[in-house]
């Protein structure tokens, strides 16, 4: 990282836009040498950060500053940093203490105590690597799983990669593995990175695509699929946006076909990430952008039994409170299907498999025809428990504002009766007038 840190020492090229302005790589430079310099004259390199996440520029300054001096970083959300439980329940899961520090602190801000007995966290340091910690989501009532990254593995792999864009945003939340992305591949490429620390809206999302000439937009398909709902897509606002991505939950092929159509000068880019192997290099279908395929020049791959192996150099170093899978093929947990020309589609979690009667589907494959009901803006499947047949489907619709409920059920029961097998067809009708999305943008299946 070294090499890449004495690049920025005399760049014009902007860094960071901002509320407060314009930041220059050459900006970002003289701020983390300041910052480098007192990490060197205040803390070992075994002592940890935990810094409260934002995506803002002195962050990306205190984070990289981390990576630099070879620290053990966590950035934490708000709402955690915040909280005394998490605090603990970090600090016995990864067998760590940390030095917390504030969006509006800095290192000169805090004490001088930290330490971890963690055999990853301290290889990481021994190894002399940039270590980066994050966490999964903790749904699904499984605990949180901390895992750890080294930032040389994710600056090798955007070397390796040909730079694609000059301007992007800084869309994802910054404590996930697509927020911290989003950083490490603008600084490998020096490209421009806008951050707003408002919460992101369609309408405040294309605005500033407008206004800061943003041509590489990173998301999910839940939130594009809101954007296409709100009407936000205009081809006069999009008119600099040259490529969209998105990923970390499956898409629905109708929803981007559907954006294609309204913007059909930009390329689509589906790409495949988890938080223990980052997000993978991949080109997409763009007849059906909910099919891509993997670079296997950088990674590598299999689907056994419907389920989906990895193996790539941006694989976690481990997880800190967890049971790490051997070498090698990191099964992913998600299913996925292969095409004859080589595309993959994935279907959600191999968790999500619905059984009934020895019937297996996944609630995609229902997701994706249903959604084509006239009226229909979104949809989300899931079987619940009943004790008398074991599982029934519960389908959640979200209906457009101008269509009748009434005429919308009985539409839709023609539909089922005639268009899907009858195993697929749903028990339980929900429809609803708001959008079910989570704070990270992703598809609340929350009944």
Same mark, same amino acid.
């Given at each position: &990282? $070294?090499?890449?840190?004495?690049?920025?020492?005399?760049? =014009?090229?902007?860094?960071?836009?901002?509320? =407060?302005?314009?930041?220059? #790589?050459?900006?970002?430079?003289?701020?983390?040498?300041?910052?480098?310099?007192?990490? !060197? !004259?205040? /803390?070992?390199?075994?002592?940890? /950060?935990?810094?409260e996440a934002s995506n803002d520029y002195q962050t990306y300054v205190k984070f990289v500053s981390c990576l630099l001096e070879k620290h053990c970083v966590f950035m934490s959300a708000t709402y955690q940093f915040v909280d005394p439980e998490f605090r603990i329940l970090l600090e016995n899961e990864t067998q760590s203490s940390f030095i917390y520090i504030?969006?509006? $602190?800095?290192?000169?801000? %805090?004490?001088? +105590? *930290?330490?971890?007995?963690?055999?990853?966290?301290?290889?990481?340091?021994?190894?002399?690597?940039?270590?980066?910690?994050?966490?999964?989501?903790?749904? *699904?009532?499984?605990?949180?799983?901390?895992?750890?990254?080294?930032?040389? +593995?994710?600056?090798?792999? #955007?070397l390796q990669v040909q730079n694609h864009f000059q301007t992007t945003m800084a869309f994802s939340p910054a404590d996930t593995i697509a927020g911290i992305e989003t950083l490490m591949e603008a600084i490998t490429h020096q490209n421009?990175?806008?951050?707003?620390?408002?919460?992101?809206?369609?309408? !405040?999302? =294309?605005?500033?695509?407008?206004?800061?000439? %943003?041509? #590489?937009?990173?998301?999910?398909? =839940?939130?594009?699929?809101? &954007?296409?709902?709100?009407?936000?897509?205009?081809? $006069?606002? &999009?008119?600099?946006?040259?490529?969209?991505?998105?990923? *970390?939950?499956?898409?629905?092929?109708? *929803?981007?076909?559907?954006? !294609?159509?309204?913007l059909p000068h930009i390329e689509f880019k589906h790409t495949y990430g988890m938080s223990e192997i980052g997000i993978l290099s991949t080109t997409t279908d763009q007849n059906d952008p909910a099919r891509f395929k993997f670079n296997q020049d950088i990674n590598d791959f299999k689907i056994e039994e419907g389920a989906l192996f990895i193996k790539t150099e941006t694989r976690m170093l481990g997880y800190l409170n967890y049971v790490n899978q051997a070498p090698g093929w990191f099964k992913t947990g998600d299913a996925a299907e292969l095409d004859g020309d080589g595309h993959i589609k994935i279907l959600g979690r191999t968790d999500d498999l619905i059984n009934l009667a020895g019937r297996k589907f996944y609630p995609y494959e229902v997701e994706d025809l249903l959604i084509r009901i006239e009226g229909a803006e979104d949809i989300s499947v899931t079987a619940e428990k009943n004790a008398l047949i074991g599982s029934v489907i519960v389908a959640? /619709?979200?209906?457009?504002?101008?269509?009748?409920?009434?005429?919308?059920?009985?539409?839709?029961?023609?539909?089922? $009766?005639?268009?899907?097998?009858? /195993? &697929?067809?749903?028990h339980k009708i929900l429809v609803t007038r708001e959008p079910f999305i989570t704070s990270r943008f992703k598809k609340d299946r929350k009944i």
């Open positions: &990282m $070294e090499e890449l840190y004495n690049s920025w020492k005399h760049s =014009s090229k902007i860094f960071n836009i901002s509320e =407060s302005g314009k930041k220059t #790589y050459a900006d970002f430079f003289n701020d983390l040498e300041k910052s480098r310099e007192h990490l !060197k !004259k205040t /803390f070992a390199h075994t002592q940890l /950060f935990v810094l504030a969006a509006e $602190e800095s290192f000169n801000d %805090i004490s001088n +105590a *930290s330490a971890t007995k963690n055999p990853i966290i301290l290889q990481a340091i021994q190894d002399k690597l940039s270590p980066f910690l994050v966490r999964t989501s903790g749904t *699904s009532g499984n605990k949180f799983k901390f895992i750890c990254h080294s930032a040389e +593995a994710f600056v090798r792999k #955007y421009t990175l806008v951050s707003d620390r408002e919460k992101m809206t369609p309408l !405040k999302v =294309s605005e500033l695509i407008e206004k800061e000439q %943003i041509d #590489y937009f990173q998301t999910t398909p =839940s939130f594009l699929n809101l &954007m296409l709902i709100s009407k936000a897509f205009s081809q $006069e606002k &999009m008119k600099m946006l040259k490529k969209i991505a998105y990923g *970390s939950e499956p898409a629905l092929s109708s *929803s981007l076909l559907a954006i !294609k159509e309204a959640k /619709f979200l209906l457009a504002a101008d269509y009748d409920e009434q005429d919308f059920r009985e539409r839709l029961k023609v539909f089922c $009766e005639t268009q899907l097998p009858s /195993f &697929m067809c749903p």
